[in-house]
């Protein structure tokens, strides 16, 4: 008597799964997928990169703003009106971090500067200082750049202090892809713009400097 094999007993695979549930669930893992890896992967990936538009003006704190080159893209984690937050801004582009920070600021710019560089420095690991100058943004206010090397990465530093605020700029990144951005840069570096009349905070920080310290007499007194 010969033997033929029925559809329903072909329908286990050697290791005992039904065959007929096997593109169903790979339909379903891939889907699962999907929205597990590849929709965080792509949001991730927006965010990271959101474009800036030309022309982009942000306050950065003390009232003070800057604007970010349109060849540049949000930091990450910010996007639209989170771009600042607690006076900080962070924009990136080819590997190149711009981090604006503000704040108060009673002494003298070199103080600042010192004050800055040395945690900077420290931050990074990095080694040396390949140089120091003075600079000013296109408002008239002084600043001091510090370049550091630390291997193959550069960092850039930019000191700025009037009228009681203070501004600090640190980039970051490959020392080579840190030269190929030195436009967009200083671009960025010459937006910053102090107000008209310092802000509250300013002003409570110029009567600290006009103010004598514990035990010290004014002068002529």
């Not at 286990?12 to 929709?39: C, E, N, Q, Y």
């Not at 200082?129 to 850039?156: D, R």
Request: glycine share 10%.
């Amino acid at each position: 008597m010969s033997t033929t094999f029925s559809p329903t007993e072909r329908r286990h695979t050697a290791l005992g799964i039904d065959r007929s549930t096997i593109k169903p669930a790979a339909l379903i893992l891939a889907v699962v997928l999907f929205f597990v890896i590849a929709v965080p992967a792509v949001n991730a990936l927006v965010q990271r990169s959101s474009p800036i538009g030309v022309g982009t003006v942000y306050p950065v704190g003390m009232d003070i703003t800057f604007t970010p080159d349109s060849t540049w893209s949000y930091g990450e984690g910010a996007q639209g009106a989170a771009l600042t937050q607690n006076g900080e801004a962070s924009v990136t582009n080819t590997g190149v971090t711009f981090d604006v920070n503000t704040g108060g600021w009673d002494r003298t710019l070199t103080e600042f500067n010192t004050t800055m560089t040395d945690q900077v420095k420290a931050d990074d690991d990095l080694v040396g200082t390949a140089s120091s100058t003075t600079v000013t943004t296109p408002q008239g206010v002084p600043g001091i750049l510090t370049t550091y090397q630390g291997g193959t990465t550069t960092a850039m530093t930019y000191a700025f202090v009037h009228e009681g605020a203070a501004v600090q700029v640190v980039v970051r990144g490959p020392a080579t892809a840190v030269a190929h951005e030195l436009d967009g840069v200083r671009r960025m570096v010459d937006s910053i713009t102090f107000p008209k009349e310092p802000s509250a905070i300013a002003r409570e920080n110029l009567k600290s400097a006009d103010t004598p310290a514990a035990g010290e007499k004014e002068d002529g007194k």
